[in-house]
């Protein structure tokens, strides 16, 4: 069987007087300028006690006053060095570094066994840390939660929803239960449906978008129906419809990134409050008016079916039933 990757940071590898704080989160090594480094750049040499990190993550530290001279902060990475001065740097992490970090945080658990856990996820939490949120994730939060997450790929985590999207999820505790959890979303034998308000009154009762989803050609941060993209379903109901919106229940059928989000767009329906694909903010919502409510599966290991239900958090709720939504 291969080998679960490790997603615990690496220790810091210094040089032999290098010294690590208690918590990791900082290294500090030393060095002389040899007569080899006189008269050559003080960043040359600070590339040289610690080539792990990019170049302009080392102009960071130096902005930052972390490195020193003979004891003096040193700004300048032009500054020409003199042999035998004694050069001090603080190699605190990148910010990427920090992506796999426990961090303990309140996690809304609806169940937990020993395979597996079910988790109401608030509005604003990143799933999987990525450029602008390399801490504070849920990932950050599942290996603090509890030891196995770190010997498991992504912590676990099998399927994910967006940052400003809330709802249920299931994250798997074993490789085994992940294997089979995985394998279950492939295979769509996972129901998950979400409440959702959009712009517009929806004229039908009930209708499915079938149509692809990919990268948008113009946009990396958004995606698009394409006819170059990989398939794409989502199931449509009409819960209530008035004053210029509408109350909607929608089942997914595949989890393309940003898929119902895409899909009522695509059909002149963006969501309220998501300003990516069209919606502006209304009925006091000020982000993406979608909530994960419902999630059925079958349990990985013993094969009992599980069902799950969350209500509409405190910001989605008062709209939802201002449309008329029951649940």
Same mark, same amino acid.
């Given at each position: ?10 220790? *810091? ?5 290098? !010294? #690590?704080? =208690? ?8 060095? *002389?300028? =040899? ?46 060095? @003199? ?14 570094? @920090? ?12 169940? !937990? ?56 999820? #299931? ?35 009930? $209708? ?35 004053? =210029? $919106? ?9 989890? @393309? ?35 994960? $409510?419902?999630?059925? $599966? ?6 009992? *079916? ?22």
């Amino acid at each position: 069987m291969t080998e679960a990757p490790d997603y615990r940071e690496p220790p *810091p590898q210094g040089e032999a007087d290098a !010294e #690590v704080d =208690g918590d990791g989160a900082a290294e500090r090594r030393e060095a *002389p300028a =040899g007569p080899e480094w006189h008269g050559q750049r003080l960043d040359k040499l600070l590339v040289a006690m610690a080539p792990e990190f990019s170049r302009s993550h080392l102009q960071s530290l130096l902005e930052r006053g972390l490195v020193s001279v003979d004891g003096v902060a040193a700004r300048a990475a032009a500054q020409k060095l @003199r042999a035998g001065q004694r050069i001090a740097v603080e190699l605190v992490g990148t910010e990427e570094s @920090r992506a796999f970090r426990p961090e303990a945080m309140a996690l809304a658990v609806v169940h !937990e066994d020993a395979q597996l856990l079910v988790l109401d996820k608030p509005a604003g939490l990143v799933v999987h840390p990525a450029a602008g949120h390399w801490s504070g994730t849920l990932l950050n939060g599942l290996l603090a939660h509890h030891a196995g997450a770190a010997a498991l790929p992504r912590a676990g985590i099998v399927h994910r929803l967006d940052k400003d999207t809330s709802g249920l999820m #299931v994250v798997a505790k074993t490789l085994p239960a992940m294997t089979a959890l995985v394998r279950a979303i492939a295979a769509r034998e996972v129901q998950r449906r979400y409440l959702a308000i959009c712009h517009g009154e929806v004229a039908e009762a009930a $209708f499915s978008v079938d149509a692809p989803i990919g990268r948008d050609p113009k946009s990396r941060v958004r995606m698009a129906v394409l006819a170059a993209g990989k398939p794409a379903r989502t199931d449509v109901e009409r819960v209530a419809a008035r004053d =210029g $919106f509408s109350a909607l229940r929608c089942t997914l059928h595949s989890g @393309r990134t940003h898929q119902i989000r895409v899909h009522l767009a695509s059909r002149g329906h963006p969501l309220v409050a998501d300003a990516l694909y069209g919606g502006a903010p209304a009925l006091g919502l000020t982000r993406q008016a979608l909530h994960a $409510f419902r999630l059925g $599966f079958v349990h990985p290991i013993d094969g009992r *079916p599980l069902q799950f239900e969350a209500a509409p958090p405190a910001d989605l709720a008062p709209a939802w039933r201002a449309l008329g939504g029951s649940g």
